[in-house]
């Protein structure tokens, strides 16, 4: 028996700001960008969008192509990240798709501009997911040296240096352990 083979995407969503008056004073750029999705994104509308938008760039065959083989495994509002399923023959539609996706999609319509970036593509859902804790907390702590470095005057804490530290074997732990089994990637 043939064994089905799938990509799971990784998608970030960006929020651009248009005009520097919209953003609060303090609030560094990268945390405007990946700022919180509105209450009214759910899994129906993402998926009808790309669906859509698919239909739009590549006709009947991409409506047929994605039917039954398009599903969201993990979707969250908070960090504005969500991982696709879809066959592997097919993951490239989908991923031309979300980069022609220029609003986020609400049940009522409209929705505000935003950009759809893939960040990884991956043969197995657990890396898929290991990448968007790995980003997430990358973000916490660059958010946390941003608001320490705009509080604290120019020079560094000696404090802050134990928890650094602390951050930086963490990240390295989980780089040796990618290391390690370089093929277990994609099945």
């Given at each position: 028996?043939?064994?089905?083979?799938?990509?799971?995407?990784?998608?970030?969503?960006l929020?651009?700001?248009?005009?520097?008056?919209?953003?609060?004073?303090?609030?560094?750029?990268?945390?405007?960008?990946?700022?919180?999705?509105?209450?009214?994104?759910?899994?129906?509308?993402?998926?009808?969008?790309?669906?859509?938008?698919?239909?739009?760039?590549?006709?009947?065959?991409?409506?047929?192509?994605?039917?039954?083989?398009?599903?969201?495994?993990?979707?969250?509002?908070?960090?504005?990240?969500?991982?696709?399923?879809?066959?592997?023959e097919?993951?490239?539609?989908?991923?031309?798709?979300?980069?022609?996706?220029?609003?986020?999609?609400?049940?009522?319509?409209?929705g505000?501009?935003?950009?759809?970036?893939?960040?990884?593509?991956?043969?197995?859902?657990?890396?898929?997911?290991?990448?968007?804790?790995?980003?997430?907390?990358?973000?916490?702590?660059?958010?946390?040296?941003?608001?320490?470095?705009?509080?604290?005057?120019?020079?560094?804490?000696?404090?802050?240096?134990?928890?650094?530290?602390?951050?930086?074997?963490?990240?390295?732990?989980?780089?040796?352990?990618?290391?390690?089994?370089?093929?277990?990637?994609?099945?």
């Open positions: 028996m043939v064994r089905i083979k799938e990509r799971y995407i990784l998608v970030n969503i929020y651009p700001s248009d005009a520097p008056k919209e953003q609060p004073f303090n609030v560094p750029d990268f945390v405007v960008l990946h700022q919180p999705t509105t209450g009214q994104f759910n899994f129906q509308s993402l998926l009808k969008a790309i669906k859509a938008e698919v239909a739009t760039l590549f006709g009947d065959y991409g409506s047929g192509a994605l039917e039954g083989n398009l599903s969201i495994k993990y979707l969250s509002t908070a960090t504005s990240t969500f991982i696709l399923r879809v066959k592997r097919h993951y490239r539609m989908v991923w031309a798709a979300l980069t022609f996706m220029n609003r986020v999609p609400v049940r009522n319509g409209g505000k501009p935003c950009i759809f970036r893939v960040v990884k593509i991956s043969g197995t859902i657990r890396k898929a997911e290991e990448e968007a804790v790995r980003q997430a907390r990358q973000l916490v702590l660059a958010a946390k040296d941003a608001v320490a470095a705009s509080t604290s005057g120019a020079l560094p804490q000696f404090s802050d240096a134990k928890a650094h530290a602390e951050d930086a074997v963490m990240l390295d732990a989980s780089d040796v352990s990618d290391e390690e089994n370089p093929n277990e990637e994609d099945g």
